[in-house]
């Protein structure tokens, strides 16, 4: 399960009504001192951080109080990170050759491209004045005048209909590392690697479950009536997609409990899971405890949930709590060392801490804070759960293992080599009772597990349905 922020989202410009106006156009943030800052110069601040430490927090609570500043943070900062790459090689074509810029002007050259090119919304007058101005006031003139006569230029070739950029390989069109397509190139083929590329470049909102006793119309009613618009998603029933999700957080539906928030791959694979867990069932890597609350709504007897963070446990017991669902046994445990007696358990649900790299749709910092090197550290680990979770299934009990990630070592390889070194479980093909179904975008692997890929509503993920023979 990725480590990173639940609310890590992109919102649409859609919602952004009203901000061609320049005063509408210059939102501000009080600093301690009592000058003002605006939200692009926040932006700027929060990516430079991210360049220089690697940790990412596209999270604007606290910083900014307005809602409509909130998701225009969001909106520009989430697009720097998703769109670095292809933002600095526009930059590159329009300077002289030779110059070297200091990381802030670059950042505000890369912010001002990406509103020009994806935020037409936006007046590219107001763009520029605001970013100018930022500049001159924190660098002086003339890197202010260079900020001023790349962005002109790119404004006019976009108004005479210029291709902005010229023609340029997938990684670098799509904003990837080039070892990271080379990889999904090599794993799934070329046409497969851009339909990736490109679904993690579009992110279109949030998907929620609605809660006990409610239907997703009746969710859909109760979120319109306080403004907040939802669409049934087109895969999964019941479930609903929220693109203005800001406001979300503060409607009587959520502090109801009438919803949880469960991305598109993770409610398929409860679903599915539901209609084949049986007995008593142990959620290992369990927090923020979505696959759970789903499980147990669905009617699977959970004998406990376990996680080894007492803070993410609490937010388990929080979300149960809030959704009005009585909350399992709650275990904080390493999932390595689990005490539990051998053969104590039914079914281990293991949604393996991985590299996350099919959950980039929403989380476009992991382009660059992974590395070739670095992908698969967590293999070990996964390794060390399998073979904790084969200890303590009963005989023809079963381990479900799962990961977002797109790599075959944390997928498929890691399942071979469990087998292999695990001679009494074998793989159970996912159809062994009924067929997928096709409409929730997921199939059948040539070896019989479970795998959805990123696509314009859904992230992606895998899943092994490994059960004990003797």
């Known amino acids: 399960m990725s480590a990173v922020a639940e609310r890590s989202i992109e919102l649409p410009y859609e919602s952004l009504m009203g901000l061609a106006k320049p005063k509408q156009h210059h939102p501000r943030l009080r600093r301690q001192n009592d000058a003002t800052i605006s939200v692009r110069e926040q ?3 929060d990516f430079g951080a991210f360049q220089q430490s690697g940790h990412w927090n596209p999270n604007p609570s606290g910083k900014l109080g307005d809602e409509r500043d909130r998701r225009l943070y969001t909106q ?31 950042a505000a050259l890369a912010l001002g491209v990406f509103e020009l090119l ?23 003139t003339a890197p202010s005048r260079l900020v001023n006569g790349v962005l002109r230029n790119l404004q006019r070739d976009l108004e005479s209909d210029k291709p902005v950029p010229g023609e340029q390989p997938l990684a670098i069109r799509t904003s990837h590392p080039d070892w990271m397509v080379e990889r999904w190139i090599q794993n799934y083929g070329a046409e497969q690697a851009v339909q990736i590329c490109e679904a993690n470049n579009r992110f279109s909102g949030i998907t929620i479950c609605p809660g006990l006793g409610l239907s997703g119309a009746e969710l859909q009613q109760s979120l ?14 019941e479930a609903l997609l929220v693109e203005q999700a800001a406001s979300l957080w503060e409607t009587r539906a959520y502090e109801e409990g009438r919803f949880w928030v469960q991305d598109t791959s993770s409610q398929v694979i409860t679903h599915l899971l539901a209609e084949r867990l049986e007995g008593s069932v142990l959620d290992v890597c369990a927090a923020p ?23 993410r446990m609490r937010r388990v017991r929080n979300n149960f709590e809030r959704c009005q669902v009585p909350c399992p046994p709650l275990l904080v445990a390493d999932g390595t060392t689990l005490p539990l007696p051998d053969d104590s358990v039914d079914a281990v649900l293991l949604d393996v801490p991985c590299s996350a790299t099919g959950t980039i749709r929403k989380n476009p910092d992991i382009k660059w804070t992974r590395s070739a090197t670095e992908l ?26 799962a990961t977002c990630s797109l790599e075959p070592e944390e997928n498929v390889r890691q399942v071979q080599t469990f087998l292999e070194e695990m001679p009494k479980f074998v793989l159970e093909p996912w159809s062994v009772s009924k067929p ?29 349905f490994l059960r004990c023979a003797t």
């Open 43 to 45: 932006v700027l601040a």
């Open 76 to 106: 520009l900062l989430q697009g720097l990170a998703r769109h670095h790459r292809l933002l600095e090689t526009v930059v590159q074509e329009r300077l002289h050759h030779g110059i070297q810029l200091k990381p802030e002007i670059a």
């Open 118 to 140: 994806h935020m037409e919304r936006i007046p590219a007058h107001a763009t520029l004045n605001e970013l100018v101005g930022v500049v001159r006031q924190q660098s002086g």
């Open 224 to 237: 319109a009536k306080e403004g907040v618009p939802a669409t049934p998603h087109p895969r999964v029933p």
């Open 289 to 311: 405890g979505g696959k759970s609350l789903g499980l147990v709504l669905n009617g699977v007897r959970l004998q406990a949930v376990c996680d080894l963070s007492t803070r």
């Open 376 to 401: 698969l550290n967590w293999r070990p680990l996964q390794s060390q759960l399998l073979h904790e979770a084969a200890r303590v299934v009963r005989p023809r009990g079963v381990i479900a293992y």
């Open 436 to 464: 997928l179904p096709s409409a929730w975008g997921c199939w059948e692997t040539r070896e019989g597990a479970w795998q959805m890929l990123p696509d314009d509503t859904t992230m992606g993920f895998y899943a092994a």
